[in-house]
């Protein structure tokens, strides 16, 4: 079974067609990255899959649970926000710009969501949060707020802080492309320490050497549809004059 699969997504903004008919599936332990230029739709296709943006059409579903279909006259209907609720614990997101909480320290970032909309027990959801933040080498910075942080480490909160809600597939939208060199490093060594221990990721991402070096499946984006995909190898090989063109620009 696919953890995620979406089929003929559509949307449009005002009357640009952002999305044009896109499909795709993720399945449990995947790394799959995204890569494409700017303005091609990639952060759009995270906000529909995450449910942050409205889709105009097209199938969605996480764990074979049905969250969105499309009626007779085209137009996307969502399930009952009973069954969206239970279908958003499946999933985490990571931004760009970490979307920190800046008045709550490092710790509450981290555990409020787990103890107040998940309802879980504060001292497990206490204990997990200090794992995480061992995971991310962030020990001493549990009381710290995230404006004594450098990006790198805001970023590895808010890693830990997706992490804390056990999601089954975590999205990233690129999440180093905020920060410096020396400071990608330290966020893409994280990632590729979750991607080690079977954690599903979907990542939009410039940082092509990564890309490579961590996906099991690339997709290549261009102007709102999958001009390419396949392994990393398919896509850095690739005959494909779009997919090289774009590659090309980043040699
Ligand atoms: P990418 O992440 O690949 O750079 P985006 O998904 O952010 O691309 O944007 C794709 C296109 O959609 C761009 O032309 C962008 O200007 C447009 N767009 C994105 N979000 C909105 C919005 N909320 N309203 C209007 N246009 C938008
Ligand atoms: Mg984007």
């Keep these: 079974m696919n ?20 499909s795709l599936s993720v399945k449990e332990g995947e790394v799959l990255s995204i890569i494409g230029p700017s303005g ?49 614990n499946y999933y985490g997101l990571v931004f ?26 504060k001292d497990e959801v206490y204990k997990e949060a200090r794992e995480l933040l061992k995971k991310m080498g962030l020990s001493d910075k549990e009381d710290a707020y995230p404006c004594q942080l450098s990006g790198g480490q805001c970023q590895r909160v808010a890693i830990a802080r997706a992490l804390a809600l056990n999601p089954k597939i975590l999205f990233f939208d690129e999440p180093t492309s905020a920060l410096d060199p020396e400071l990608t490093g330290e ?24 890309a490579r070096d961590i996906s099991d499946r690339i997709i290549f ?6 001009a390419q995909q396949g392994t990393p190898e398919e896509i850095f090989q690739s005959d494909n004059a779009r997919t090289r063109e774009f590659l090309g620009k980043y040699h």
Aim: aromatic content about 6%; hydrophobic content about 45%; proline content about 2%.
């Design 187 to 210: 966020v893409l060594k994280v990632i590729r320490s979750l991607a080690d221990l079977d954690i599903t990721m979907v990542i939009v991402t410039h940082e092509m050497a990564f």
């Design 96 to 121: 760009q710009n970490f979307n920190l909480f800046p008045h709550f320290s490092v710790m509450k970032n981290i555990t409020d969501a787990p103890i107040h909309v998940q309802k879980r027990p």
């Design 40 to 88: 091609s739709g990639k952060s759009t296709l995270l906000r529909c899959a995450t449910m942050l943006e409205r889709m105009d059409s097209g199938t969605m579903s996480y764990m074979g649970e049905l969250a969105v279909w499309t009626d007779e006259n085209g137009n996307a209907v969502y399930a009952k926000s009973a069954q969206l609720k239970k279908i958003q």
């Design 3 to 22: 953890l995620l699969e979406i089929n003929n997504l559509r949307k449009t903004f005002d009357e640009l067609e952002v999305i044009q008919d896109i």
């Design 221 to 226: 984006v261009d102007n709102g549809v999958i």
